[in-house]
């Protein structure tokens, strides 16, 4: 038992691990973008400039340098310049990282994908919780747009979010569908 307890938590802090480290090592290099002459971090945040899109697949996919004060995808940004909001939403990640801690080591040995889910949120939850620390605002660069209609720029801590959750969300539909089947089963 306690094997297989400590087996769960290593892969549980792997996969956070590799999300954080990931996630820091794509932000360290997108500190490096091409930002206009005069424009400093303090600028970025205060969306007094912007970083200049560097196109991956033109028209689509460009790397552009931006720093978030708001929550994932830019969202609550507007809101989000002062020190009391950042400090509302490091509060947030934190307490969040201790309940998705907890719901992690409470799954059972056959929820893998369950643990995994909760792994990526958490990475990604920490990785933007050491931006807000140490940058006082979280490093996005990652811009999807189709021509001019932009999506919300973003970063890898987001996708490790995005995908946990979506993977939360697959999992429980799938159990359900299981647990449905097995009720309707002819006995």
Request: positive net charge; glycine residues 8%.
């Amino acid at each position: 038992m306690a094997s297989s307890r400590t087996t769960r938590a290593l892969v549980f802090l792997t996969v956070l691990v590799a999300a954080v480290g990931f996630d820091q090592g794509s932000k360290a290099w997108a500190r490096t973008l091409p930002v206009p002459a005069h424009c400093e971090t303090e600028d970025l945040i205060a969306r007094d400039c912007a970083g200049i899109p560097q196109p991956v697949i033109a028209g689509y996919w460009d790397w552009e340098l931006a720093m978030n004060s708001g929550a994932a995808f830019s969202s609550f940004a507007s809101f989000a310049g002062s020190t009391g909001t950042q400090v509302i939403l490091s509060l947030i990640a934190a307490l969040a990282l201790i309940g998705i801690g907890i719901a992690a080591a409470r799954t059972r040995p056959e929820e893998r994908v369950k643990r995994v889910a909760f792994a990526l949120i958490a990475g990604g939850a920490l990785g933007n919780l050491i931006d807000r620390i140490h940058q006082g605002a979280v490093t996005d660069f990652v811009r999807w747009h189709i021509h001019d209609h932009m999506w919300p720029i973003f970063n890898v801590a987001d996708s490790a979010l995005l995908i946990g959750v979506v993977l939360l969300v697959v999992d429980r539909a799938l159990a359900h569908r299981r647990n449905t089947r097995g009720r309707a089963a002819p006995a």
